[in-house]
DNA sequence: ACACCACGGTTCAAATTTGAACCGCTGTGA
DNA sequence: TCACAGCGGTTCAAATTTGAACCGTGGTGT
């Protein structure tokens, strides 16, 4: 029960402090770091729309608007996927790495300042495992389901 | 690392499904309920604006905007604070405390289920134990300066 | 009593999120 | 080859969130 309320909270706070500082530091929203950085660790800095919401954790719709934003702010671009017609590419462009540059040290500064340091090895240790197990549960049980 | 690609995924997921949960079941948000929560535990059953937001991690308007749409709801009253003319209150309703109950047994069990369940009690102290203090080195360090 | 600044809440417009409806493809079976 | 169900994405309106500006109070110092 301790655990529960500690949990969430500390989600919304770390989740709120790093928005905050990438947003002053580089006009990012976390969001849009989030999918700077999966394109980036992708082959051709490209990835499929749905594939990509599935990973950050996020409606198809919201990616949609986002992908939106940054193609208008140059970070990414949308480009038809070649063996299907229906399927659509996001894919970083040079600005996007530049950006991501530019905004990745900052970033993971803070994450170490306000979370990795704060907690001993084996606090991360437990966390690794049972988020992880908690997180893998939940997207496993909605698999059959109808998504977002 | 392996811990905070464990702990946003993680977060994020079990709000999402708790909010499906109490949606589906009682119509109310995960956002609702926890002011409910608060209040009902609150003396009297009523609580300053500013306290309740901070308590719930939530920015002050968010709050006006929630408690005026449980207001019409008729889940909660304003009602001025005894000493002081600015300052209000918001108030549980009888509506509200039979909401609660009738929401409380379903969510609980949810946590329990996705959460609670599946770490182990030693993974369980280490969360409340090192997240705690995640959350309250925020807490801590935004409090001198100015709020959301 | 007066000037002022900080606090508690609300308001407002803009940005984002949500969920359902929709539209053009895909591929599967008759 | 012809439905037709289902996928991949987008669109749209409605709900929510955000952050800054604002308004009346409270307390402080003079």
Same mark, same amino acid.
């Given at each position: ?57 996020? *409606? /198809? @719709? +919201?990616?949609?608007?986002? &992908?939106?934003?940054?193609?208008? #702010?140059? %970070? ?7 063996? *299907? /017609? @229906? +399927?659509?590419?996001?894919? &970083?462009?040079?600005?996007?790495? #530049?950006? %991501? ?8 500064? /803070? ?38």
């Amino acid at each position: 029960m301790r655990a529960w309320l500690a949990f969430m909270p500390a989600a919304t706070l770390v989740g709120r402090e790093l928005d905050r500082q990438l947003k002053e530091d580089t006009g990012l929203s976390h969001l849009q770091y989030e999918i700077l950085i999966h394109l980036d660790e992708a082959r051709q800095g490209a990835m499929r729309m749905t594939e990509l919401a599935e990973r950050l954790v996020n *409606s /198809k @719709s +919201g990616l949609t608007y986002q &992908i939106g934003q940054m193609e208008k #702010a140059g %970070l990414v671009t949308r480009r038809q996927c070649e063996w *299907s /017609k @229906s +399927g659509v590419l996001a894919e &970083i462009t040079p600005e996007g790495r #530049a950006m %991501l540059e530019r905004a990745a040290p900052g970033h993971v500064d /803070k994450v170490r300042e306000i979370l990795i340091d704060v907690l001993t090895p084996e606090e991360r240790r437990a966390i690794a495992e049972g988020l992880g197990r908690v997180r893998d549960r939940i997207i496993e049980r909605n698999d059959g389901e109808a998504c977002w």
